[in-house]
C-alpha cells in the first residue's frame, strides 16, 4: 500500500474482498474499529490500522475477540460508528457482547469472514458453516440482520449498508463473507463517497428529563442520545424497562421482548435484498448465497443452454430471512436447490417456508473447496 | 457546610432506583460514597462521567448514580470502557468492579489495560467472595478460608493485587479499606486526576457470606479487623519487618508517569491525518 487515497471519486481498482470491507466502512463512517488478529479476516484489521487515522478514526488491536466486541459496543455508546472483524473461532468468543449489543440496542457492524469448523478447522479454507451461528449465536430470544456478498463489490456495497441498518435500527449487523470472498481480488469501481447514501441513528428530540434510551414507540426504533450528551442514561444487558434499569416485571420484560423482536420483524422488508436470475419462468431454483451463488449462476445459465427452466435464487439478506419471497415463488416452483458450503444449514429454512409445496434438494461441499459450477449444474441436470 | 448524606444524594438516582440490591452493612455502599464525595470535591460535571462496571455486587453501583452509565457483561467492564475513552477522551471513565469480576473471568483484560495505560479509573471492591452467587471462593479468597465452592477450606492462593498490577504495568496503584473513609476518598481523587491506567483497590466487608463462612463476625467485627490489620504506607516505612507482618500496607503503593494511551493515539493521527489537511 503505498499510496491510499480513499477520498479519490469514481476509480476502478483491483481489490481484495476484505480490503473492499475495509474501504467501505470508511467510506459509511465507521471510525473506530477493534479487533484481534485471525485468518481469514487479518486484512480488514490491517487495512483499518493504516488507514483510520487518517481520517481521524481510531483502531484498537485488543486482548481478544470479547474483548474487541465490548469495545466497539462501548465506543458506539459514546456516538461513534464502530466494527470489528473475525473468523468463526473469533466469532465464537464474541457472541457474549454480541448478544449484549442486541439486548441494549447498539448501533455496530460485526464482519465474520467464515473458515471452516468447529474449533479451530481449517483456517485457510473455505466454508459456510456459520450460518446458523449468525442467526441463533448468542443464547436469548432476538432477531439478528445478516447480509452475505458473493463479489468485491458486494463486500463494499453490502458494509456500507450494514452500517446504514444498523444505524437506522439501532442493532448489531453481521456480514457475512468467507475466506475465498474475503481473500480474492476482482476489479470494481469505487463510487464517489460524497454520493454514498449514510444514515445516522436518530436522535433524541426531547430534553433529558423526558427521554427514555429504549423507549417503546409504534415504530420501535427508540432515538439515541450518546454518552456525553448530556442524556446520563442507564445502559444494561440485564433486562430493562424503558429508561434502561433493570426490571424483573412481567409486562416490562415481555415488553422488551417483543420491541426487540418487532423492530427487525416489522422492517424486515427494508431490510431482505435478493438478486434473481432468470426466475421468471423457472420451474426449478438454485437457492445460493456468498461463495457458493458464484457457480450457482454460472451453473443456470448451462443449464438454460439445455433448455431447462432454472433460475437463481440469491438472498444478499439472509437473516431475517426472505420468506415472502421465496413465499410467492413456491406455486410456480416445483423443485428449490439449496447450494450451500457446509452440510446443510440455509436448507432448514427453506424447508420451514416452503411447507412441502415445492420439493428441496440440497447439494453440499464441507471438504474446505470451493463447489464448482460443474457439480452444481450435475445437481440440476439430475434432479430436474 | 453541607452535610455528607445531602452531598451524596445530590448524585443519587432516588427517584427511580431506589432501595438498592446491597444488604445492609455491606461495604459497596460505602464506596459509593467515597467515589461521590470525590467527584463532588473535583468539582467534576457529571455529564462528562461514564461509570462502566460488570457483573456482581459491586457492579451494581453505576444504577444507582447520577452519570453516563454502563453496566456491562462479567468481567469486561475494562474493554467496554476502553472503547468509550477512545471515541470520547475527554469524559472521565471510572470502572466499578470486585474481585471475582477484574480477576477471574475478567483477568485478561485487566492485565491489559494496566499495560496499555489507557486513563481509566479503576476502583476494584476486594470482598474476598462472590456475593452475588452467594458465597463461592474467589481469586481473591486466602488459602484455607471457606467459601460454598471451598467447603474444606481454599487450596489455591490469592493474588496479590498491587503487585499484579504493578507489574501489568499501571502506573498508579493504591489500596484503601471500607473503614478508612476518609484516607479512601482522597485514594479515589488522587486515582481519578492521575492521567492513565489507575488501580485503587478497596478492602471490604462481605459479613453476610465471607464473614459468616469464615465465622469473622458482622459487618461491624469486619471493620474492626480492616483497622487492626492495616498500616499506611507512609507509617510502614519506619517500622521493622517483624512489626508489619499480618499488616496489609495501604495508600499510594505505586504512582509513575507514563505515556497515556489516547494521547500516544493523538499523536499518530496528527501524523498521519489527510481529511482536514489543507483546511
Known amino acids: 500500500m503505498k499510496k491510499d487515497d480513499a477520498s479519490a471519486p469514481e476509480k476502478s481498482m483491483l481489490l481484495q474482498g476484505n480490503e473492499a470491507c475495509a474501504r467501505g466502512a470508511i467510506d459509511a463512517g465507521v471510525r473506530f474499529f477493534a479487533g484481534y488478529p485471525i485468518t481469514p479476516s487479518t486484512e480488514i484489521a490491517e487495512y483499518l490500522a493504516r488507514n483510520l487515522p487518517k481520517v481521524g478514526g481510531k483502531f484498537i488491536q485488543m486482548e481478544d475477540e470479547l474483548a474487541s466486541m465490548a469495545a466497539i459496543i462501548g465506543a458506539s455508546l459514546a456516538g461513534v460508528k464502530s466494527m470489528t472483524a473475525t473468523s468463526g473461532p473469533g466469532f465464537s468468543l464474541m457472541q457474549e457482547n454480541l448478544g449484549y449489543a442486541y439486548m441494549a440496542e447498539v448501533p455496530c457492524v460485526v464482519i465474520d469472514v467464515q473458515r471452516g469448523g468447529p474449533s479451530t478447522g481449517l483456517p485457510t479454507k473455505i466454508s459456510q458453516s456459520d450460518t446458523m451461528q449468525t442467526r441463533w449465536g448468542t443464547h436469548g430470544d432476538y432477531y439478528p440482520i445478516v447480509l452475505a456478498p458473493s463479489s468485491v463489490g458486494e463486500c463494499f456495497d453490502l458494509t456500507i449498508r450494514a452500517v446504514n441498518l444498523s444505524e437506522k435500527y439501532r442493532t448489531p449487523v453481521i456480514l457475512l463473507t468467507d475466506e475465498v470472498i474475503g481473500h480474492m481480488r476482482e476489479k470494481m469501481t469505487l463510487p464517489d463517497p460524497k454520493k454514498i447514501k449514510i444514515i445516522n441513528r436518530q436522535k433524541p428530540a426531547v430534553p433529558p428529563d423526558w427521554y427514555q434510551h429504549f423507549e417503546i414507540n409504534p415504530h420501535f426504533i427508540s432515538p439515541m442520545a450518546s454518552f456525553g450528551e448530556g442524556y446520563r442514561f442507564n445502559v444494561t444487558g440485564l433486562t430493562h424497562d424503558p429508561f434502561g434499569f433493570p426490571t424483573s416485571q412481567p409486562k416490562e420484560i415481555a415488553d422488551k421482548l417483543s420491541k426487540l423482536k418487532n423492530k427487525i420483524m416489522s422492517h424486515s422488508e427494508d431490510m431482505i435484498q435478493v438478486k434473481d436470475e432468470l426466475i421468471e419462468d423457472a420451474s426449478i431454483a438454485v437457492l445460493a448465497y456468498g461463495s457458493s451463488a458464484r457457480a450457482a449462476r454460472q451453473a443456470i445459465r448451462m443449464a438454460r443452454q439445455k433448455k431447462v427452466k432454472v433460475g437463481l435464487i440469491n438472498p444478499l439478506t439472509i437473516w431475517p430471512f426472505p420468506e415472502d419471497y421465496l413465499r410467492r415463488l413456491l406455486n410456480q416452483l416445483k423443485l428449490i436447490l439449496v447450494v450451500e458450503l457446509n452440510q446443510g444449514q440455509l436448507v432448514g429454512e427453506v424447508e420451514r417456508v416452503s411447507c412441502g409445496k415445492s420439493e428441496i434438494e440440497s447439494l453440499n461441499r464441507y471438504d474446505g473447496e470451493l463447489i464448482t459450477p460443474q457439480q452444481v449444474f450435475n445437481k440440476i441436470m439430475e434432479v430436474k | ?92 471513565v471510572i470502572v466499578i468492579t470486585g474481585d471475582g469480576d477484574a480477576l477471574a473471568i475478567g483477568g485478561n483484560h485487566f492485565i491489559h489495560a494496566c499495560r496499555r495505560n489507557i486513563d481509566i479509573t479503576t476502583i476494584l471492591i476486594n470482598n474476598r467472595t462472590y456475593g452475588m452467587t452467594g458465597g463461592q471462593f474467589s481469586p481473591a479468597t486466602p488459602f484455607m478460608k471457606f467459601g460454598t465452592t471451598a467447603p474444606y477450606g481454599n487450596r489455591e492462593r490469592d493474588f496479590e493485587i498491587s503487585m499484579l498490577a504493578k507489574a501489568a504495568g499501571a502506573p498508579f496503584v493504591a489500596r484503601g479499606t471500607t473503614y478508612h473513609v476518609v484516607q479512601l476518598q482522597k485514594l479515589i481523587e488522587a486515582a481519578i486526576v492521575k492521567k492513565g491506567f489507575s488501580l485503587v483497590e478497596v478492602i471490604s466487608q462481605c459479613h453476610t457470606l465471607y464473614g459468616r463462612l469464615n465465622k469473622e463476625g458482622g459487618a461491624v467485627e469486619m471493620m474492626v479487623w480492616q483497622k487492626e490489620h492495616t498500616m499506611p504506607i507512609e507509617a510502614a516505612k519506619n517500622l521493622p519487618p517483624e512489626k508489619l507482618k499480618d499488616k496489609i500496607l495501604t495508600g499510594i503503593l505505586w504512582n509513575t508517569e507514563l505515556s497515556e494511551y489516547c494521547e500516544e493515539y493523538d499523536k499518530i493521527i496528527a501524523e498521519v491525518r489527510q481529511d482536514t489537511k489543507g483546511e
Open chain 2, 1 to 92: 457546610m453541607e452535610l455528607i448524606s445531602e452531598v451524596t444524594h445530590k448524585y443519587l438516582r432516588t427517584k427511580k432506583k431506589f432501595p438498592n440490591v446491597w444488604c445492609a452493612g455491606c461495604g459497596i455502599g460505602i464506596v459509593t460514597g467515597a467515589i461521590i464525595r470525590a467527584i463532588d470535591k473535583l468539582e467534576l460535571d457529571r455529564n462528562e462521567i461514564v461509570m462502566v462496571s460488570g457483573i456482581g455486587c459491586s457492579s451494581r453501583m453505576p444504577v444507582y448514580v447520577d452519570f453516563n452509565t454502563l453496566h456491562t457483561t462479567h468481567g469486561r467492564a475494562l474493554p467496554f470502557a476502553t472503547g468509550v475513552k477512545l471515541a470520547k477522551p475527554n469524559m472521565k
